[in-house]
């Protein structure tokens, strides 16, 4: 089996505020633990020193290190976030891996350092504020028994900055022990396979992570950084095994050459890894690529060799209710994946409820 992959920071900065708060304690008594000795605590609350000479020297910086602030309160206001879930809850942001495709690029500002906040308890204190409250899932067939859902990871993969910031646990355990109300879940996506201590706590099943999973061509030349993909389907099984509920996000989807047989050999392997698993609850999320003209502008200022297709030609515009656009697959090539991948997993994981597709 692959090595777990897991990710230590070369460099660690605490703000002056963040460092007054207990969960900056663990946070530093983790990264010591796996070896980091350049921790500095800053006399101010900005981050300075993380500028390289180049674009790509400023992101090898970033990348290698781990920010610890104060999150402000624009982000403890939980925001919706459909169709993942009802309400978005940011435990970090930025993440340690090199995804020529990376979601981040473009929605976050200034050099993709990874920000873990340390005012934990104020970020989950917008579960308790939120329960109950205008859901999009809750109610609906699928997803009513999850309750008010919680997304972890629209900005972070939470898994794989966990062993140095312990923030998931927490989050895990205390909507687990219904700090937060009992009709409330939290929910995360990531790439990474460190699920040891995960598969140990008191869950009650209020959890449910999604392992983000790809075509192996994909996967391999474009995750950088991240678990190998028999890893990542090792630990959704751990994870099935240990009463989570589980999930598949598959994205970003690309028609690549030979697509059809690389995808059901994913969905064969997923198949054999959960067949025998006790009370599963498995979804899939099915997210094809798209771009958009500023997060192309990053990506390529990050990846300047990368091969992946963002070329507009091939593609379609699809206007945001934002008023901005973005470029997607054109509508034969969409319908073309949307069927098959219907068709396939009913055949091949009738378990697994599809969410939505898009
Ligand atoms: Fe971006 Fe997700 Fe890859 Fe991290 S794991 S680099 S957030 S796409």
Request: aromatic content about 6%; charged content about 25%.
């Amino acid at each position: 089996m692959t090595p777990t992959r897991i990710w230590t920071p070369s460099r660690v900065v605490v703000t002056r505020s963040a460092s007054e708060l207990p969960h900056t304690a663990e946070i530093l008594r983790r990264c010591v633990a796996a070896g980091v000795s350049d921790i500095d605590v800053l006399s101010g609350d900005r981050l300075t020193g993380l500028r390289g000479q180049s674009e790509r020297e400023t992101y090898a910086i970033a990348k290698k290190t781990l920010a610890v602030v104060v999150a402000p309160p624009s982000v403890l206001r939980p925001q919706p976030i459909p169709p993942s879930a009802d309400w978005r809850i940011d435990l970090a942001k930025g993440c340690p891996a090199h995804c020529q495709y990376c979601y981040l690029a473009g929605s976050l500002s200034g050099p993709p350092v990874t920000r873990v906040f340390a005012n934990l308890d104020e970020v989950l204190a917008g579960i308790g504020t939120h329960a109950g409250r205008g859901s999009i899932t809750s109610g609906t067939a699928e997803r009513g028994h999850e309750g008010t859902t919680f997304e972890l990871s629209c900005y972070t993969d939470p898994l794989g900055i966990e062993h140095v910031t312990g923030s998931l646990a927490e989050a895990i355990t205390r909507v687990g022990a219904g700090e937060y109300g009992d009709g409330v879940s939290v929910r995360f996506t990531t790439k990474f396979d460190d699920v040891a201590d995960l598969v140990a706590l008191d869950h009650r099943r209020r959890t449910r992570v999604r392992l983000s999973v790809n075509a192996d061509d994909i996967a391999h030349r474009f995750e950088g950084g991240t678990a190998r993909m028999p890893a990542r389907i090792d630990a959704l099984r751990r994870l099935a095994q240990a009463g989570y509920r589980v999930g598949l996000t598959i994205a970003p989807i690309m028609p690549i050459p030979g697509w059809r047989e690389q995808y059901a050999r994913l969905l064969a392997d997923v198949a054999d890894a959960v067949g025998d698993v006790d009370d599963l609850d498995l979804t899939a999320e099915i997210i094809t690529h798209r771009f958009t003209a500023s997060s192309k502008d990053v990506l390529l200022s990050w990846y300047p060799g990368t091969k992946l297709e963002m070329d507009e030609d091939l593609r379609t515009v699809k206007r945001t209710k934002f008023g901005g656009a973005k470029y997607v697959y054109p509508r034969e090539t969409m319908s073309e994946m949307k069927s098959w991948f219907t068709r396939e997993l009913d055949a091949v994981l009738p378990q697994a409820h599809l969410l939505y597709w898009t």
